[in-house]
């Protein structure tokens, strides 16, 4: 992979939320360090509201290349589906790049093996129409393959989808995080066989 990372950040060289004025640094790790490679002013212009925010969005985007990883302190709503969608790995810190760049590359790499071990591995998953997917949890977990609930069902919602139906014992604690937060739209119902989660996106396609 790419060892370019960008990395939104204010004029004292900490991250900053993406709503605020800043910069976007793309980082790469050559011979060992981390090197600054570009730098692209940025500052969303709000007036226009969320229709005028696509457009800008869409600029930064093409603007940093091939780079397909973000952090800035804070990235949501809008800002985040956006991102999401364009295919970039979203992490949030606060801080200097410094301190968790290499960080942030290595969980990368690893997320990357573990995508190539997926691949490897049918998984019990079930589309019951156009958009609509059908996942246990509980079965493959009890299969002993070593994956976990994100490794399972982050590939799942990286795809265009109108319902995720995921049977399980308990909320992923990762999950929970993201439903709380409201990135995701998610209902659980008990069921005799365990927990049943509807995870929903307002639009598919």
């Not at 696509?54 to 093409?62: E, G, H, N």
């Amino acid at each position: 992979m790419a060892r370019e990372i960008a990395v939104f950040i204010d004029g004292d060289g900490a991250t900053t939320s993406l709503t605020e004025p800043g910069k976007i640094v793309i980082y790469r790790r050559q011979q060992g360090k981390w090197q600054s490679q570009s730098e692209m002013p940025f500052c969303l212009d709000h007036s226009s509201g969320m229709p005028g925010v696509r457009p800008q969005l869409a600029a930064m985007v093409q603007s940093l290349g091939t780079c397909r990883v973000f952090i800035a302190r804070s990235v949501t709503g809008l800002l985040y589906r956006e991102l999401e969608q364009a295919g970039f790995s979203i992490w949030e810190f606060a801080g200097q790049p410094i301190e968790f760049l290499e960080y942030v590359l290595i969980q990368e790499e690893l997320a990357a093996q573990q995508q190539t071990a997926i691949k490897a591995v049918p998984l019990p998953i079930v589309e019951t129409g156009p958009g609509c997917y059908q996942v246990s949890l509980k079965d493959i977990q009890h299969s002993g393959n070593g994956l976990t609930s994100k490794q399972i069902l982050q590939p799942l919602l990286s795809k265009n989808f109108y319902t995720i139906e995921v049977l399980c014992s308990h909320v992923p604690p990762w999950l929970e995080a993201e439903w709380t937060c409201g990135r995701l739209d998610c209902h659980a119902e008990k069921m005799a066989e365990g927990l049943k989660l509807t995870i929903r996106k307002q639009n598919c396609g």
